[in-house]
C-alpha cells in the first residue's frame, strides 16, 4: 500500500470522521513497537562475531515479526478509513468464486500458516462481479478470523445465489460476529485485530455485508 496516498486521504477527511480507530491502533502498537526497539538495542550491544550467531537470528525474527504486526495493523487502519470517506476508487470485474477464492486459500497457508489443503470449496459456477483485490482482502480477513477459532481449522465453505458465501467450521468463534475492536480483548501477535473491521467495510462499499446465518458466517458478495 502507498503509504502516502493513505496519509493524504487521511488528511482530507472530514473532522468528525478521522481515526475511528486511531486511538485502538496507537493502543495496539505499543508492545510491537516496544518489543522491536528492545530487539534492535540488544543486537547495537552484541560484539561483532556474536551479530551473526544464533542469538542475534532470534532478535531479527522477533524485530521482523514484530514490525509486520505494526505494519498490518497500520494498513488495514487506512484501508478502513479510506473505504469510510469513499477514498476507493473500485475496479468492479465479473468473476467466479472459485478463481476469487483460490489465490486466499494460497496465501493463507503460505504466507499465514494456516493449512487450507483440507478445508471444502463448494462454489459451483456462481459468479460476482466486485473489485476482486479488495474482496480477496475481505475474504482472508474472514477466513483467517474463522479458522483462528480452531487448532487444526478445517473450514467448509459454500455458496448460495445471490451469491453468499456460508462459512463453517468445527469449532467457530463465540461470539460469531465479533464486537468492534475497542470493545474486545487486544493483542493478536499476528496484527490481525482490524481483519473483521475491514471486511465488513469492504464488503459494504459492495452492497455487500457480514451476517450470521443458519449457523455460519454468511458473506454477502454483490451479485
Known sequence: MNCNGCCLAFVDMPPGKRGKYLGFVAHEIKNPLATALWSCDLLKRMEGPDRSGERAEK???????????????????????????????????????????????????????????????????????????????????????????????RLSITARPGPVLLVRAETLPQPLLPPDPEDRASGDPTGAALGFALASRILEAHGGSIEERDGALALLLPA
Request: aromatic share 6%; with cysteine; glycine share 6%.
Open 59 to 153: 532478535m531479527i525474527d522477533v524485530s521482523l515479526r514484530a514490525l509486520r504486526r505494526m505494519r498490518r495493523l497500520i494498513d488495514d487502519y487506512f484501508t478502513i478509513e479510506r473505504l469510510l470517506e469513499g477514498g476507493y476508487e473500485l475496479r468492479r470485474e465479473q468473476i467466479g468464486l472459485k478463481d476469487l477464492i483460490a489465490p486466499v486459500l494460497q496465501q493463507l497457508n503460505d504466507k499465514e500458516g494456516i493449512p487450507t489443503d483440507s478445508w471444502s470449496l463448494e462454489v459451483g459456477d456462481l459468479r460476482t462481479t466486485c473489485d476482486s483485490d479488495m474482496v480477496r482482502k475481505a475474504l482472508k480477513a474472514a477466513f483467517e478470523y474463522v479458522a483462528k477459532a480452531s487448532p487444526k481449522p
